[in-house]
């Protein structure tokens, strides 16, 4: 797919705002469900260590009652002491759990029984035995389970042991400081012990799992694991020096609470690795502590099973979503592309294209009937523009004819008078655009007069030209019949003015030069003042009084002015194109650029000025439109001694 | 070529010559306690075959609960024992014929520990305390130091475990630096909560672990028992610079001989036992560290005629 189709755009966007919400809802969903579940699991680990530690004591507080009832009996003197063998023997044949039962006395308690006196009761080999523990190898007072309750004056729980020969049987003695009354006085008499298997405890607290392997242990008062599912570390390993082995101080931190009798639900990482959670509690009759432990990724495994389903399912939908839309899109962009084709072949002139089928009453329909709207609006506009174009092209191919006729009125052959020494002339006319209503002309009157004029009519185009022909017809008929400028004048103007409805005029210049005196003689009608450059360099503007121009006043008496031309005087004529000629800033050339560009130059032929004018006004309109014609004309008086 | 071929042979003969004329002679070790890296030199120095290179098949017997070392070598089922000066010196003072053939340390671990709780900081504070003691029979120092001080405590005989204290059965125990006092901080009390009093600040760092024979046994295997004392020193060299490899011995051994064991106390033991010991191989009795034990005995047994330095200590090297 082209990344710059309208569908492209649409998918992408589509698709951000979707897996974007995607996104946004399964987090929300994520976060409240690990939270949720964090929290069940927290309450279902307690919920297991406290129903696992209900269980130990509703094993345990049975068991404890045995010795504390024999030892209450004994202190009452129901038993004598040689009975005592054989209360011990019922004790442990009516009670599976015992092991083995003992009242151990203090030293010489009875004088007839020595240093120690201990009547045992066990079970081995299905059987009961009874004997007497106690020698200087078996120095009972000593060991912990007699020392620690006979100086605490307290019950005593012992650290767990394997039975010595006993089938390897983890084993805990609880022994209880039985008292005698002698001599109306209460005195410490011994310990009455039972010894019980820990198989039961154990097995339960090993039953229990939590999540894939999550587990429960017991440790002992000293931190030492009674039950754990690494069998090495059973009776080996305690809490704080796993806590040291593993650089893990979070391990002794819990023991000590647990020290403490403390209950807590925590985490902790697993050597630096796996976060774990742990929920340890006390055992109130043995002190032990049991605890329940899972890792936390298995306690969102099931969570992150789910979102990876439903991950997968977000992305199959998403790209289904694609396809659809990719579908959607393209049947209802298709259209635009045929109208794209039809709009290229409709801007190649082919009008009558065929628009595609639109059978949805929607902008697409709207669409088209634009179109068709359009193809036929063309179709008229283009015939129109045809017509139009024709008829322009007509009347600018007559205008051309006509600008064509005018410049073929006016002198073109440079110089003009190869005989007559006396003058020499040289003109140029550039016409704008549009056909213009500059003249000027020059001619012989009679041997001695040269006649030269220059003039523009006012306005433009065809009506300019006509009068202009007019004018330029008129001047040569009358100029053979008057012999001054003046005169020729006054009668040019009159004919110019009858019937003048539309009051065009033209400004005009005319001068008549006799050659053989060089006497200028010359009349002014509106037209910007020729420059006057003389031989020695000098250059004027010629004195002209006022006038006004041909054609406006048919009465108007024009005046005849007249100078003495050395030989080398010049005399430069031009109409307003030359003086208003604009550049793109719209300044025009003017009257003193035209003044200094022609003393500069004064010394050049009549033909060189006329080039160095064009020169420099092409060079001050720098190729902006001529908006009117540029006429100059140039004469030098070359005196009578060229005759010679 | 026909120099090698000779050369071949006679190795080859003499190789069963030697053989027979080297019958490894037989002596049974016995550590005066269980399995424990204590005695690591001694594994060390059997694994690494460091006896039988010294010509000795050594059998390491270790006591057990009704059986002790000394009982071993009086039956004559041991023929070397490792014990405390103060023990060996003890037991030659109640006429048993044994001599000290090599002084392995010249250090004493021993020091009371009483909890911060029992608010007990200097020896003054021992007054009216309980403390306890091990009946094991190396009592005597501990004793001579509270009896020099004049300090009025009540003796409570232990076992072995430091459970009584634990529970505040008792104010104060003695314990081996190497051995119980790291077994309280492993049963979860910190070493910024307990007080501790070294024996050896007291002007009591007394020898502790040395190796014994009965004078017959010297009489008769004189060089065996050099080779032995030879050999066990190059065991604790070794296992100085290998730590790693003699705890994992240790460990097996205490697995064997169904002994509760973990590595946290082992290397504890290891490390503190290995800077007791330290210099390892100076064996040598000095007479001054042999006159403060007996002086401490011939309190106990005033009756009883002194017990010679020469007499006592025979060294094999």
Request: net charge negative; hydrophobic share 40%.
């Amino acid at each position: 797919m082209k990344r710059n189709t309208l569908s492209f755009r649409i998918i992408i966007n589509v698709l951000l705002i979707t897996a974007s919400l995607f996104v946004l809802i399964l987090s929300v969903y994520y976060i409240y469900a690990r939270k949720t579940i964090s929290e069940a699991s927290k309450v279902y680990a307690i919920q297991l260590a406290e129903n696992m530690e209900a269980r130990i004591e509703q094993e345990l507080q049975p068991l404890e009652k045995l010795p504390q009832m024999l030892s209450a009996t004994i202190e009452m003197g129901f038993f004598h002491e040689d009975s005592l063998v054989q209360v011990l023997q019922t004790i442990v044949q009516n009670n599976p759990s015992v092991y083995g039962a003992s009242m151990a006395f203090e030293p010489y308690f009875f004088d007839h029984k020595g240093l120690y006196f201990m009547p045992y009761a066990y079970r081995a080999s299905d059987s009961i035995f009874t004997t007497y523990l106690g020698s200087n190898t078996y120095e009972y007072f000593y060991m912990d389970w007699y020392q620690i309750p006979a100086m605490l004056r307290k019950p005593y729980w012992s650290e767990p042991y394997y039975d010595e020969g006993g089938g390897n049987i983890l084993m805990a003695t609880y022994a209880v400081p039985v008292y005698s009354r002698r001599d109306n006085k209460r005195v410490f008499s011994g310990i009455t012990t039972i010894d019980i298997s820990l198989d039961k405890l154990t097995d339960l607290v090993s039953s229990i799992s939590i999540f894939e392997t999550g587990y429960a242990f017991m440790i002992t008062r000293n931190g030492v694991a009674v039950t754990h599912p690494d069998k090495s570390m059973i009776m080996n390993k305690s809490i704080f020096s796993n806590a040291e082995d593993w650089g893990m101080p979070v391990l002794r931190q819990i023991g000590r609470e647990l020290l403490r009798g403390e209950s807590n639900f925590r985490s902790y990482n697993l050597r630096g690795k796996e976060k774990r959670w742990i929920y340890y509690t006390n055992l109130n009759s043995t002190r032990w502590s049991i605890a329940v432990v899972y890792p936390e990724h298995e306690m969102y495994a099931s969570l992150t099973k789910m979102n990876r389903l439903v991950m997968l399912l977000i992305f199959a939908g998403l790209l289904f979503l694609v396809l659809l839309i990719t579908k959607i899109v393209n049947r209802l962009a298709s259209p635009l592309v045929k109208f794209a084709e039809a709009a290229r072949l409709i801007a190649k002139g082919n009008f009558e294209t065929p628009l595609p089928e639109v059978k949805t009453k929607d902008e697409m329909l709207e669409l088209r009937q634009a179109f068709m709207q359009m193809q036929v609006q063309l179709t008229q506009y283009i015939e129109n523009l045809k017509q139009t174009t024709a008829d322009k092209e007509k009347i600018e191919s007559e205008l051309r004819i006509a600008s064509e006729i005018q410049l073929s009125m006016i002198p073109h052959s440079f110089p003009p008078f190869p005989d007559l020494p006396q003058v020499d002339l040289f003109a140029s006319l550039k016409s704008a655009k549009e056909v213009g209503g500059d003249l000027y002309d020059f001619f012989l009157i009679d041997n001695d007069k040269f006649c030269f004029a220059i003039g523009d009519v006012s306005g433009k185009g065809v009506p300019a030209s006509l009068f202009m022909a007019v004018t330029r017809t008129l001047l040569r008929s009358i100029a053979d019949k008057y012999n001054t400028p003046d005169d020729i004048m006054k009668v040019l103007n009159k004919s110019l003015a009858i019937n003048n409805d539309s009051c065009m005029f033209v400004t005009f210049f005319l001068g008549i030069l006799h050659l053989k005196t060089g006497e200028l003689f010359y009349t002014n009608a509106g037209h910007n003042p020729p420059l006057y450059i003389g031989g020695n360099g000098q250059t004027k503007f010629m004195e002209m009084g006022t006038s006004i121009p041909l054609g406006l006043n048919e009465e108007y008496a024009y005046t005849c002015l007249n100078t003495q031309m050395q030989q080398g005087d010049k005399i430069f004529a031009y109409t307003d194109g030359v003086s208003e000629a604009e550049n793109a800033s719209l300044e025009l050339f003017g009257e003193k650029r035209l003044y200094d560009c022609i003393a500069k130059h004064h010394n050049a032929n009549t033909r060189e000025i006329i080039g160095i004018m064009n020169n420099e006004i092409e060079q001050h309109v720098d190729g902006y439109m001529q908006s009117d014609d540029i006429t100059m004309l140039t004469v030098v008086y070359n005196g009578q001694k060229r005759e010679n | 070529m026909k120099t090698i071929k000779y050369f071949l042979v006679l190795a080859f003969v003499s190789s069963f010559y030697f053989g027979v004329q080297a019958q490894p002679q037989k002596l049974v070790f016995s550590p005066h306690w269980m399995p424990q890296a204590q005695f690591a030199g001694y594994y060390v120095a059997e694994e690494m075959g460091f006896y039988k290179d010294a010509g000795l098949d050594v059998e390491i017997l270790h006591p057990s609960a009704s059986v002790n070392a000394m009982q071993f070598l009086q039956s004559g089922q041991a023929d070397i024992i490792s014990l405390f000066l103060v023990s060996g010196l003890d037991n030659r003072f109640n006429g048993v014929d044994l001599v000290n053939i090599a002084q392995f340390s010249h250090n004493s671990a021993l020091m009371f520990v009483a909890k911060k709780t029992s608010n007990i900081n200097s020896l003054k504070d021992f007054n009216g305390k309980k403390i306890g003691i091990w009946r094991s029979g190396f009592e005597e120092i501990p004793k001579a130091l509270i009896n020099e001080h004049q300090l009025d405590v009540s003796w409570v005989p232990i076992l072995s475990t430091v459970n009584l204290f634990l529970l505040d059965g008792i104010d104060i125990m003695t314990v081996m630096w190497y051995n119980e006092y790291n077994q309280i901080y492993l049963s979860g009390l910190n070493e910024d909560e307990l007080s501790t009093f070294f024996l050896s600040d007291y002007g009591y760092n007394t020898p502790e672990d040395g190796l014994y024979v009965l004078q017959n046994t010297l009489n008769e295997k004189k060089d065996a028992l050099q080779a032995f004392v030879e050999a066990s020193i190059k065991g604790w060299q070794y296992a100085e610079k290998n730590r790693d490899f003699t705890l994992d011995i240790v460990i097996e051994r205490m697995r064997q001989a169904n002994v509760p064991s973990n590595k946290a106390h082992q290397q504890w033991m290891l490390d503190k036992v290995l800077e007791l010991l330290n210099p390892i191989g100076e064996t040598a009795l000095e007479n001054e560290e042999f006159d403060q034990v007996h002086s401490v005995l011939k309190n106990q047994y005033p009756e009883k005629p002194d017990v010679l330095f020469e007499d006592f200590f025979r060294p094999v090297r």
